[in-house]
């Protein structure tokens, strides 16, 4: 993923695509109305695309315009459900000065040390004007305080509700297992062949002693790999069943033969485990998984009222 898009969310919008100004589709329309506001065929397409920038970049812009009319209707519902959260949050007076914006633009460039320039080019590459990304910005800043006034603020947890989900939910007294690992990724091409030599010939190089974190800054084929391949801690229950296959196996500090995945190749490096071995843990654990349920059942109850007060027209 696009190191601007992981940044903020995947939520935001780019300019038009090549895929408009290639394709024979010229002419806009209008594919759903929200209250007053329409939606257009452009508008859902551009979304589209950003969304699924890594599923589809290496496409021909034939197969790219196919993929996207696939996932059309999905991707309208979920446009429908922005337009309809952006809407709400005017209604009831909430904003996003220009200061906030552009404080959150700073605090990216200083998390990831980007100067003005490399930033500019950053968004360049990604297909943003720096007036589009400040609005995208701004959208998601006010969504993201529209559902934490809305939702997020009424979900109360106390040590009475934490034990009575801990009473319900007895497999969390199991121990809990969280890998600390690192990868390098080789994608998927049409030569099985060519993927496989390419993958052994950089576990060759850490075998001989190379450094897996500069193997990872030179090889690998993701998003990771400027971060030196790390994955972070991720949970057992988190991982695929190819990840958990091959990491049962491994001790720490072990470096995996390279093994597939449905997208292609990976080689782990296992940095640590952790377990969750004492009762302050189970409970911080069980805090954060009650909430997740509370707020997922309550966000659904609340984008549910949202649509049934609209007026939805799908064209």
Do not use: C
Not at 8 to 20: A, D, H, M, R
């Amino acid at each position: 993923m696009p190191i601007i898009l992981s940044l903020i969310v995947i939520l935001f919008l780019g300019t038009y695509s090549s895929v408009f100004a290639k394709s024979a589709i010229m002419l806009d329309r209008v594919v759903a109305i929200v209250n007053r506001e329409a939606i257009t065929w452009s508008e859902l397409y551009k979304t589209m695309e950003f969304e699924f920038v890594d599923s589809y970049k290496d496409l021909s812009e034939q197969e790219k315009l196919k993929f996207l009319r696939e996932n059309e209707v999905a991707f309208l519902e979920v446009l429908i459900d922005r337009k309809l959260k952006i809407q709400e949050a005017q209604r009831i007076g909430l904003t996003v000065t220009n200061d906030e914006v552009e404080r959150a633009i700073s605090s990216i460039k200083a998390k990831h040390s980007m100067t003005d320039a490399i930033f500019l080019e950053t968004l360049k590459k990604e297909g943003f004007t720096l007036e589009e990304y400040r609005q995208r910005l701004r959208e998601r800043i006010l969504i993201t305080r529209l559902v934490e006034q809305e939702v997020r603020s009424k979900i109360v947890i106390d040590d009475e509700s934490i034990n009575k989900y801990l009473e319900q939910k007895k497999d969390l007294i199991k121990v809990s297992e969280s890998y600390d690992i690192s990868h390098i990724f080789i994608k998927k091409t049409n030569n099985k062949a060519i993927d496989e030599e390419r993958a052994r010939q950089i576990y060759s190089k850490l075998r001989a002693g190379e450094d897996f974190s500069q193997t990872a800054r030179n090889y690998s084929e993701d998003a990771t790999a400027r971060y030196g391949g790390e994955l972070g801690v991720i949970k057992r229950e988190d991982l695929s069943d190819d990840f958990i296959r091959v990491l049962s196996k491994m001790k720490v500090g072990d470096i995996s033969e390279p093994f597939w995945s449905d997208r292609g190749l990976h080689i782990l490096k296992l940095n640590a485990i952790s377990t969750i071995d004492n009762l302050n843990q189970l409970k911080e654990q069980a805090k954060k998984e009650f909430f997740e349920e509370r707020f997922n059942r309550l966000y659904k109850n609340w984008l549910r009222g949202l649509r049934e007060k609209a007026y939805i027209q799908l064209l």
